[in-house]
């Protein structure tokens, strides 16, 4: 059986919603860093929000649907690092952009580690981690796109593999990367020789 998808029950259309929508999530955020997964509620997030828990409820139908859609919101980043990266290409200096886009999404789950947590929570479930995973299916359709100037001869089907995995890859080791006890520097390293070999040997395999 398909695992359900999770979404908001509603999402706000009038200014004084989106305000109280992205105050809950921006509570939820910091409730699930301090806290962890298991000890978050949603009664725990309406009261440090201040707001009645039925207005919690107008938009989330649980925790699972917050931290999905927090899952969402980190995605949001990504894409604008992604996009920037896509104008950059085709260049012959193709490898130094990717390094950049790399160090620049390694510092956003420096300066975040909340990231790691939303990551962490949405493994939680079968219906998390199939929301996470259409949140990543839509991030590699557009590494895809950029991927296309630089793979030229592959075909879509198989660039359209390797974007996730890509995404995958990076998304995993970057939380690997923060987590207790790990020398970041170290593993963002890893994951830049990784994800380059990885496209040197496709570009090569044309």
Request: proline share 4%.
């Amino acid at each position: 059986m398909t695992a359900e998808i999770l979404e908001p029950r509603r999402r706000p259309t009038q200014e004084r919603s989106h305000k109280k929508f992205d105050y809950l999530l921006l509570v939820a955020r910091e409730l699930l860093l301090e806290v962890g997964f298991e000890s978050f509620t949603c009664e725990e997030v309406a009261h440090r929000a201040g707001l009645p828990i039925g207005t919690l409820y107008q938009f989330f139908q649980n925790k699972y649907v917050m931290v999905c859609e927090l899952d969402r919101v980190d995605a949001v980043a990504v894409r604008m690092e992604l996009a920037s990266f896509a104008e950059a290409i085709p260049s012959l200096d193709w490898l130094k952009f990717l390094n950049r886009l790399v160090d620049h999404m390694a510092k956003m789950w420096v300066d975040d580690p909340s990231r790691r947590a939303v990551w962490l929570a949405v493994q939680s479930t079968p219906a998390t981690r199939a929301t996470a995973a259409v949140t990543e299916r839509e991030l590699a359709a557009e590494v895809a796109k950029a991927l296309a100037p630089l793979t030229p001869g592959t075909p879509r089907e198989r660039r359209t593999i390797m974007a996730e995995v890509l995404v995958h890859v990076v998304y995993s080791m970057l939380n690997f990367s923060i987590r207790d006890g790990q020398e970041h520097t170290e593993a963002v390293i890893e994951l830049k020789r990784l994800v380059m070999a990885y496209l040197l040997s496709a570009e090569h395999s044309e």
